[in-house]
Structures are given as C-alpha cells and as structure tokens.
C-alpha cells in the first residue's frame, strides 16, 4: 500500500512540476494564424504585449467617399475601410512621428505578403545600425502583410510592435497590427483609393 501511495504522490508532484514548466516556457508567448502559409506564428516571451490597444470595430460612416476607399485620418490615428452601406471598418494605426506627416489621395500598387524590408538611405543615414535588407518574418518590422501607396515609399503594413498602434511613431507608413492588416489585406485589391487627412 505504502509503495502506491509513492507512486501516486511522486506522480502527482511530477505532474505539478511539468505544468508549471510548461507555464513558464509558455507565458508571454502570442500565436497568430498566417492565412496565406496557413501556419501559426509564435512570438516569444521577450516581446511586449501583442495585444491591439485600438481593437477594429465597424462604424457609421456618412463622410464623402464611397464603397471600398481607405481613409486614414491621421490626426484620430484611425484608419476607415468604408462598406458603401453607410458603415466603415474602423481600426487603429501608427502614423508619421512629427516631421513625417503627410497627406494626399492615391492608389494601392502593389500587396506582398511577409514582406522584405530595404531601409531608404534616408532612413540609414538617420539610424546608421538599420540592415540594408530584411528578408520578411515575425521579427520583420513590416509584419505580415503590406500594401504600397502609390509611388511613394509609404505603406500600410503590419508591425511587430503593435503596442505602437493609435500613436505618431512611423517615418510616414501607417502601421497596423498583424491581425488587423491581415483583415484589411483581404479586402482591398491594386487600385484600392487610399485618402490620407491630416
């Protein structure tokens, strides 16, 4: 009898000490689904929280612009993806930090998804320790998904800093959270109107 009670004490603390392991290894981890490599990606303990402080939600929507338009206004930091029914997709973005705003109507040119990233020399000169290429992936500051604007360098693209969503940090893309450029992906196409207010 003495020999069970053993095994079953010694098995339930091994249990106890597995879960707590496993707690650990896994605290602070956020997973997020790529519907295009139908694969999870796992970002690791040592971010900050991946949770979107501006979570999307649809809106009434009575300004001039009509049925799939994005319009960004910069000064809510929001950007609207409008329906046509009188309601819009709203979601929070990053914007240009002081001295990197801008606005002006133009197109979407081009979608990628996982993008790579080539700093501009502008952008080197200002922050001499940027690659001069990142090839695309979680760690990526584009994230999962990128539409250009037009032909400037500007972008609406992913993070992997979404804590950084509903504030003026950028050089002038508009950052959105992975989850959320995803979703915008999906419904725009090339020749997209994109309206940037200030």
């Known amino acids: ?47 900050r929280s991946h949770k979107n402080p501006v979570p999307r939600t649809v809106v009434d929507y009575d300004g001039p612009y009509g049925a799939n338009t994005i319009v960004v206004n910069t000064s809510e930091r929001r950007l609207y993806y409008v329906l046509g029914d009188g309601t819009a997709i709203r979601y929070g973005v990053g914007v240009g930090r002081e001295g990197f705003q801008w606005a002006g109507t ?17 952008m080197r000169k200002r922050q001499p320790g940027l690659p001069l290429h990142m090839e695309g992936g979680p760690g990526n500051p584009l994230g999962a998904r990128a539409m250009y604007i037009g032909n400037t360098l500007y972008r609406i693209h992913g993070s992997n800093e979404p804590w950084t969503i509903g504030q003026a940090v950028s050089s002038g893309c508009l950052r959105m959270t992975n989850e959320d450029v995803v979703d915008l992906y999906e419904k725009v196409s090339v020749g997209t109107r994109v309206v940037v207010l200030r």
């Open 106 to 122: 133009h197109h979407i040119t081009r979608k990628a998804e996982w993008p790579g990233w080539t700093p501009p020399p502008q």
């Open 1 to 47: 009898m003495k020999s069970i009670l053993a095994v079953a004490v010694a098995a339930t603390l091994f249990s106890a000490v597995q879960s707590e392991a496993l707690a650990a290894m896994t605290a602070g981890t956020q997973r997020f689904f790529d519907p295009a490599t139908k694969t999870w990606i796992t970002y690791g303990p040592g971010a």
